[in-house]
């Protein structure tokens, strides 16, 4: 076991590899309706899970380049925005991703339960 000062950093760490997966999912179940980026993290954070822009703007790009969504540029009150919504692929990578998150989270529920009950 990590103990002293190196324990907080690890348990940082740990929690930004698990939120990492969970952005695309995330995302991707967002832009079934079209968003612009600032839209799209304001939604995201109303719904509890925040991002900051430096990962967003990169992580949408990075999407957009692997067929997973699509965009278009539109002027709005004077200002071009960009606006997000999810591909076909993306659409099915979504259905795949959510049902091996949902496989997951079943799975760590009931192997953190068993713990409980045996920590009793």
């Known amino acids: ?19 990492r997966g969970a952005i695309v999912l ?3 179940a967002q832009l ?3 968003q612009y980026g600032y839209s799209l993290k304001k939604s995201l954070s109303e719904g509890g899970f925040k991002v900051d822009e430096g ?5 949408l790009r990075r999407l957009q380049t692997q067929g997973l969504l699509d965009s278009r540029w539109s002027v709005d009150d004077g200002r071009p925005r960009r606006y997000y919504t999810i591909s076909a692929l993306g ?30």
Do not use: D, F
């Open 55 to 59: 990962t967003l703007y990169p992580l």
């Open 1 to 19: 076991m990590i103990q002293g000062a190196a324990q907080p950093e690890l348990s940082e760490s740990l929690l930004l590899e698990l939120r």
């Open 91 to 120: 659409e099915e990578t979504l259905r795949a991703m959510t049902a091996e998150w949902n496989q997951i989270s079943e799975a760590i529920g009931r192997l953190t339960q068993c713990n409980v009950q045996h920590t009793k």
């Open 32 to 34: 079934r309706a079209e």
């Open 26 to 28: 995330a995302v991707l």
